[in-house]
């Protein structure tokens, strides 16, 4: 019997004290939660910043890759430029090797006076060409 009156005044006080103190333990408890949820926006923060350092450092990056792309596309085109001069140079070369190897004559010219015109002071000459 003696167990069920300990019991029953035990059961009582506990509900006494709970009852008595509710506001402070629910203060308490909103207290843990705030200072949880205070806890969990700084991480957030934290987590955000570091994020924003990254996006900075990418877009940094991405500029430096974007100017050192319109570099290599204008060395790009000044190459593509200067090959098509070589080529033009080497076809020009090419004709006159061609022209140069000719073996058979296209025309005999004959000289039939040179020297210096006293009037103008250019040199001249005369020549008769048979083909």
């Known amino acids: 019997m003696a167990l069920v009156v300990f019991g029953g005044a035990g059961a009582a006080g506990w509900y006494g004290y709970t009852t008595y103190n509710a506001a402070e333990i629910e203060g308490r408890r909103k207290d843990a939660a705030l200072e949880e949820k205070q806890q969990e ?5 934290e987590q955000i910043e570091r994020q ?10 991405l500029a430096t890759k974007e100017a050192k792309i ?5 060395e790009i085109a000044n190459l593509n ?4 001069r070589k080529q033009a140079e080497i076809q020009r070369l090419d004709t006159a090797l061609r022209l140069h190897k000719m073996e058979r004559r296209l025309a005999r010219i004959r000289v039939l006076d040179a020297g210096t015109d006293p009037a103008s002071g250019k040199k001249f000459s005369k020549s ?4």
């Open 81 to 84: 430029e200067d090959v098509a």
């Open 70 to 74: 319109t570099e290599q596309r204008t």
């Open 52 to 61: 924003r350092q990254e996006l900075a450092a990418k877009e940094n990056e």
């Open 128 to 131: 008769n060409s048979r083909n």
């Open 41 to 45: 926006l700084a991480v957030s923060q």
